[in-house]
């Protein structure tokens, strides 16, 4: 079952929508972020980081599998994509080390299994060179939430037309 789905139209719109997504962020919140090479993940991680008040630029970190940047809340970026074995995460210990901050994960489809079960799947698709289709699938009341909040175009704006 999915979720609310926004559209990009440009780099700068993905980072706008992290954004608010950082802003609406709470400790202990997970998101996995699934999308081609080049779709915009860490984009949209930088307006996370951006949402979260972190001064320092979020790097792309193929090389690293985690990173901490500091803000209102501390982000905890994991990219898996270089992940040998999906057991590798589990050492990393992912969610009990990002518990007081938020953590985002590009590349979750290399160790789905040893990710936090709750959590906001955000599915990137290309749809042109410039555009992008991001798709918030919650798992979990909390995610839940989060995605309805995305869903609605102003800051305590109105429902969603149709639910
Ligand atoms: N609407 C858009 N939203 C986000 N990025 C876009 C958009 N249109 C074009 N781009 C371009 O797509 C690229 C996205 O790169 P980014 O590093 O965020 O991807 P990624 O999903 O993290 O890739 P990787 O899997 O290699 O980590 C950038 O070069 C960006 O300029
Ligand atoms: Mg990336």
């Known amino acids: 079952m999915d979720g609310p789905v ?24 997970v ?6 090479l080049g779709s915009g993940k860490t984009m949209l991680t930088q307006g996370i980081g951006q949402g979260l008040a972190v001064e320092e630029p979020v790097k792309s970190s193929s090389y690293v599998l985690l990173n901490e940047y500091h803000g209102r809340l501390t982000l905890y ?6 992940l040998e074995e999906p057991a590798q995460v589990a050492e990393l210990a992912l969610e009990e080390v990002a ?4 953590l985002a994960v590009e590349w979750p489809e ?26 918030f699938v919650p798992r979990g009341e909390r995610y ?8 609605a175009r102003r800051r305590g704006g109105r429902k969603a037309a149709d639910g």
């Open 6 to 29: 926004l559209p990009s139209r440009s780099p700068a719109e993905t980072r706008r929508i992290g954004a608010r997504l950082g802003r609406l962020l709470e400790p202990g919140d």
């Open 31 to 36: 998101l996995l972020l699934q999308g081609e």
């Open 77 to 82: 970026h994991a990219d898996l994509y270089r």
């Open 99 to 102: 518990e007081p901050g938020v």
């Open 110 to 135: 290399r160790a789905w299994e040893e990710l936090p079960p709750e959590h906001l799947l955000v599915r990137i698709e290309e749809a042109g060179l410039r555009e992008r289709r991001l798709t």
């Open 144 to 151: 839940e939430q989060l995605a309805q909040r995305m869903a």
